[in-house]
């Protein structure tokens, strides 16, 4: 009998259709350094041209201190640069309680950054994530962002 549950469990979990492309994380461990820029890369293997939702994926914990982010993210191929984008992002609410997944000590957020793009296939994209956040009248970006766990990019396809 447990070998049956063991293969419907195989067979559920193969089955299901993820429209997700590429996913990946780096660690900051807890304290972002400005010049620390999170770059990621990916390539499609996909016949034909398609469209694609893009996402950051921050991991916080209860050690950041501000309400929202701001990110400056830029996404090329190997000859240009397709976007660069500076983005402010919520990240709790006005009592202060943070927003996202929360999971025993931290707090997942997906933040949208591009929400239909048409990417093509076998073509390696580049993704670098910056933070830019400051503190209110300082001259300078913070220099270690403390709080931020993990920094991810993911990319999805749109049916």
Do not use: P
Request: with cysteine; charged share 25%.
């Amino acid at each position: 009998m447990r070998k049956y549950i063991i293969f419907a469990f195989l067979l559920l979990f193969f089955s299901c259709d993820s429209n997700i492309e590429f996913i990946n994380y780096n660690s900051v461990n807890g304290s972002w350094h400005k010049d620390s820029i999170q770059d990621f890369s990916f390539e499609l293997n996909n016949l034909q041209e398609e469209e694609y939702k893009t996402h950051i994926n921050l991991r916080i914990n209860n050690d950041y201190k501000f309400s929202n982010i701001f990110l400056i993210v830029v996404l090329s191929d190997s000859l240009n640069i397709i976007t660069k984008d500076t983005l402010n992002f919520k990240l709790a609410d006005k009592s202060g309680r943070f927003l996202g997944d929360k999971r025993i000590n931290l707090i997942e957020n997906s933040l949208l950054h591009k929400e239909k793009i048409s990417l093509e296939n076998n073509m390696k994209y580049y993704v670098s994530i910056e933070h830019a956040m400051r503190v209110i009248n300082k001259v300078g970006g913070l220099e270690y962002l403390n709080g931020v766990v993990d920094v991810g990019y993911k990319v999805e396809k749109i049916k």
